[in-house]
């Protein structure tokens, strides 16, 4: 039996179709020999199905590579068990206990690296996650061990040094002394890393066929595509030999430009279309890139407005092909209403900072992503979002102008972009999103 060594913050699909399976693929090449304790928080229910399944799931990876189908489905067997840590909060401390554990990583969302005023030392657990990281770092310096590389896989700028900064905050308030944070400084490698894999989750569409495929009842079932990068600031290749695995890892002194272009051309491919996709009716990425318009009109926003923000170069432009392959991949069934959850945050993230850019450097606002956000915001006027009550509350209620100049909302007064969003917006208010559609679209003379 292996010894644990990671552990894991998260259960999500991501972390099960990405770091989970590399770690597979390191120990059935006999390249590490570590399994992985995953931590759940969330009061979700995966944590029951991990131990149920003793850890075991399997893994589909569909999609064209070199012009072919490839459709791979394998075990992956890397978890040991899992905790639920609310109420095994001395079991989760305990983990810091054991001399083997080498590794920590984390996806908590975007929303998981958060300081939050109101946690104590004497919270068990305290309620955020760098707070739980902060404890369980603690109990590892008390017990004299070595510390840990972390690599947190959440998707925001500077992933590990605001988790860090985060944790040395908490230990300050906490009084746990200058020689833990020596310690924490010396002892622990908080990596950067940005993370790609379009991970579509459970196939319930079809899940008979997978369970007969496979010969058994798999709650843990996971889709994704066979394009993966984990980009990661350092260099653990020794005892991580991830590319020895045939993993697609990058160890490297920056990934800054590896997330910018992810973000900006990936990320904010989705954002900019789902929402105005939705609003017609469509359900998926993949009926997107069918859809006339749609596809069109995210065309345009890839190859007209984003890629000349990021400056044009030939990394940007052949990641932008890659990406509309990755889209139009047939075998994967991504539903808009997933990327939906949370719009605001990445609209902030993944398009404003193009916008910005765009004008900065053209002198003029890009009306394809300007369309975006009217579908946005029509979208959470007319639907049911999932997102921060006071977002959708603002949205729900107030005017046009009043929603763009909330900077509690947006972070900045966003009124500038009144008269370009304001026709798309009234048109999609009135049900007539097909009819914004053609207005850009007949608008920007041709693109269909
Ligand atoms: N699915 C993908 O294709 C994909 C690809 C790259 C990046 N991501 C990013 O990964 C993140 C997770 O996505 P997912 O697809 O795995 O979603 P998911 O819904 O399957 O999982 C989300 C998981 O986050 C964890 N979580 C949320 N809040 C937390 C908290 N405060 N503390 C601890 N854990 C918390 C929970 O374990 C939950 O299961 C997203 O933010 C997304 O941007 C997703
Ligand atoms: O996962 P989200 O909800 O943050 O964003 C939706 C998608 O853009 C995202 O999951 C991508 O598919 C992924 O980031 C690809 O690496």
Same mark, same amino acid.
């Given at each position: 039996?292996?010894?644990?060594?990671?552990?894991?913050?998260?259960?999500? !699909?991501?972390?099960?179709?990405?770091?989970?399976?590399?770690?597979?693929?390191?120990?059935?090449?006999?390249?590490?020999?570590?399994?992985?304790?995953?931590?759940?928080?969330?009061?979700?229910?995966?944590?029951?199905?991990?131990?149920?399944?003793?850890?075991?799931?399997?893994?589909?990876?569909?999609?064209?590579?070199?012009?072919?189908?490839?459709?791979?489905?394998?075990?992956?067997?890397?978890?040991?068990?899992?905790?639920?840590?609310?109420?095994?909060?001395?079991?989760?401390?305990?983990?810091?206990?054991?001399?083997?554990?080498?590794?920590?990583?984390?996806?908590?969302?975007?929303?998981?690296?958060?300081?939050?005023?109101?946690?104590?030392?004497?919270?068990?657990?305290?309620?955020?996650?760098?707070?739980?990281?902060?404890?369980?770092?603690? !109990?590892?310096?008390?017990?004299?061990?070595?510390?840990?590389?972390?690599?947190?896989?959440?998707?925001?700028?500077?992933?590990?040094?605001?988790?860090?900064?985060?944790?040395?905050?908490?230990?300050?308030?906490?009084?746990?002394?200058?020689?833990?944070?020596?310690?924490?400084?010396?002892?622990?490698?908080?990596?950067?890393?940005?993370?790609?894999?379009?991970?579509?989750?459970?196939?319930?569409?079809?899940?008979?066929?997978?369970?007969?495929?496979?010969?058994?009842?798999?709650?843990?079932?996971?889709?994704?595509?066979?394009?993966?990068?984990?980009?990661?600031?350092?260099?653990?290749?020794?005892?991580?030999?991830?590319?020895?695995?045939?993993?697609?890892?990058?160890?490297?002194?920056?990934?800054?430009?590896?997330?910018?272009?992810?973000?900006?051309?990936?990320?904010?491919?989705?954002?900019?279309?789902?929402?105005?996709?939705?609003?017609?009716?469509?359900?998926?990425?993949?009926?997107?890139?069918?859809?006339?318009?749609?596809?069109?009109?995210?065309?345009?926003?890839?190859?007209?407005?984003?890629?000349?923000?990021?400056?044009?170069?030939?990394?940007?432009?052949?990641?932008?092909?890659?990406?509309?392959?990755?889209?139009?991949?047939?075998?994967?069934?991504?539903?808009?209403?997933?990327?939906?959850?949370?719009?605001?945050?990445?609209?902030?993230?993944?398009?404003?900072?193009?916008?910005?850019?765009?004008?900065?450097?053209?002198?003029?606002?890009?009306?394809?992503?300007?369309?975006?956000?009217?579908?946005?915001?029509?979208?959470?006027?007319?639907?049911?979002?999932?997102?921060?009550?006071?977002?959708?509350?603002?949205?729900?209620?107030?005017?046009?102008?009043?929603?763009?100049?909330?900077?509690?909302?947006?972070?900045?007064?966003?009124?500038?972009?009144?008269?370009?969003?304001?026709?798309?917006?009234?048109?999609?208010?009135?049900?007539?999103?097909?009819?914004?559609?053609?207005?850009?679209?007949?608008?920007?003379?041709?693109?269909?």
């Amino acid at each position: 039996m292996s010894r644990e060594r990671i552990i894991q913050f998260g259960t999500g !699909r991501l972390l099960r179709g990405f770091v989970d399976c590399f770690v597979d693929s390191l120990n059935r090449r006999g390249l590490y020999d570590g399994k992985i304790v995953v931590v759940q928080s969330t009061g979700g229910h995966t944590w029951k199905d991990i131990n149920d399944q003793h850890g075991k799931y399997h893994l589909v990876l569909r999609g064209i590579e070199n012009g072919q189908p490839v459709e791979e489905c394998r075990a992956v067997e890397s978890i040991s068990r899992a905790l639920e840590i609310n109420g095994q909060f001395d079991e989760f401390l305990q983990l810091a206990e054991n001399p083997d554990m080498q590794v920590i990583v984390s996806n908590t969302t975007e929303v998981g690296i958060q300081y939050d005023a109101a946690d104590r030392a004497t919270d068990a657990p305290p309620s955020s996650f760098p707070a739980k990281l902060c404890r369980l770092l603690y !109990r590892r310096y008390e017990c004299g061990l070595p510390g840990f590389l972390i690599f947190p896989c959440e998707l925001i700028d500077s992933n590990a040094q605001v988790l860090k900064g985060i944790v040395c905050r908490y230990a300050e308030e906490w009084g746990y002394g200058q020689d833990f944070l020596n310690w924490l400084e010396q002892e622990n490698k908080f990596c950067n890393t940005l993370v790609d894999r379009i991970c579509t989750g459970f196939p319930k569409e079809e899940e008979a066929r997978w369970q007969e495929k496979i010969g058994e009842k798999d709650k843990l079932l996971n889709v994704a595509e066979p394009f993966h990068l984990w980009a990661i600031e350092g260099d653990y290749e020794a005892l991580l030999p991830f590319c020895t695995a045939g993993c697609n890892v990058v160890w490297t002194t920056d990934i800054t430009p590896y997330k910018k272009r992810k973000v900006r051309i990936l990320n904010g491919g989705h954002t900019s279309m789902v929402l105005g996709a939705s609003l017609l009716g469509l359900e998926n990425v993949l009926e997107c890139m069918r859809h006339e318009q749609v596809h069109a009109l995210f065309r345009h926003c890839i190859w007209e407005e984003i890629v000349p923000a990021l400056g044009g170069g030939t990394e940007e432009e052949s990641f932008a092909r890659a990406v509309e392959d990755r889209f139009s991949n047939p075998y994967l069934c991504h539903h808009l209403s997933d990327i939906a959850v949370n719009s605001v945050s990445k609209f902030k993230v993944r398009i404003l900072p193009t916008i910005l850019e765009y004008r900065e450097q053209f002198g003029a606002l890009p009306d394809g992503l300007c369309f975006s956000l009217a579908a946005l915001l029509a979208y959470y006027r007319l639907k049911e979002p999932k997102d921060k009550p006071e977002y959708i509350r603002t949205l729900k209620e107030k005017a046009l102008r009043e929603i763009l100049s909330d900077q509690a909302v947006w972070g900045r007064d966003l009124s500038f972009l009144m008269e370009k969003v304001s026709p798309y917006y009234e048109r999609m208010l009135a049900g007539r999103t097909e009819e914004a559609y053609q207005m850009i679209l007949k608008d920007k003379g041709g693109i269909l």
